[in-house]
């Protein structure tokens, strides 16, 4: 059985910006980097915070273990998500992606961003 599922089109009511973010971005769990970019892209959506979505090729995957647990979102499309098990209970789907994103924001393909509050931290130098 196929569900229809609602997509959306970013406009006016509901923004969407994706921007290449300069400098390194990193991600560290548990006292290590599970993520270093210098392509890292900055997404930003209405009146969200921004998120660092980081290419596949500059996470260390190995710590990551996919997770069941999956999204939608009429704007970016089905998300699914990781969790990093040397963070503990805190890094459950700590890890979500666009694996298809919609066209409007088709830059994010191939690319993870991480929780803020379940990760240690996100550093952005430069």
């Given at each position: 059985?196929t569900?229809?599922r609602?997509?959306?089109i970013?406009?006016p009511?509901?923004?969407?910006t994706?921007e290449?973010t300069?400098?390194?971005?990193?991600?560290?769990?548990?006292g290590?980097v599970?993520?270093?970019?210098?392509?890292?892209?900055t997404l930003?959506?209405?009146?969200?915070?921004?998120?660092q979505?980081v290419?596949?090729a500059?996470?260390?995957?190995?710590q990551?273990q996919?997770s069941?647990?999956?999204?939608?979102?009429?704007?970016?499309?089905e998300?699914s998500?990781?969790s990093?098990?040397?963070?503990?209970?805190?890094?459950?789907?700590a890890v979500?992606t666009?694996?298809?994103?919609?066209?409007?924001v088709?830059?994010?393909?191939g690319?993870?961003?991480?929780?803020?509050?379940?990760?240690?931290?996100i550093?952005?130098d430069?």
């Amino acid at each position: 059985m196929t569900t229809q599922r609602t997509v959306k089109i970013p406009g006016p009511d509901h923004p969407i910006t994706i921007e290449v973010t300069p400098g390194r971005v990193r991600v560290v769990v548990a006292g290590k980097v599970v993520a270093d970019s210098t392509h890292a892209l900055t997404l930003r959506e209405a009146a969200y915070p921004a998120v660092q979505y980081v290419p596949r090729a500059d996470v260390d995957m190995s710590q990551l273990q996919r997770s069941e647990h999956t999204t939608y979102c009429p704007y970016k499309g089905e998300c699914s998500y990781y969790s990093i098990p040397s963070g503990g209970e805190r890094t459950l789907n700590a890890v979500w992606t666009y694996e298809a994103p919609y066209e409007a924001v088709a830059a994010i393909g191939g690319h993870l961003a991480f929780y803020p509050d379940r990760v240690d931290e996100i550093l952005i130098d430069g």
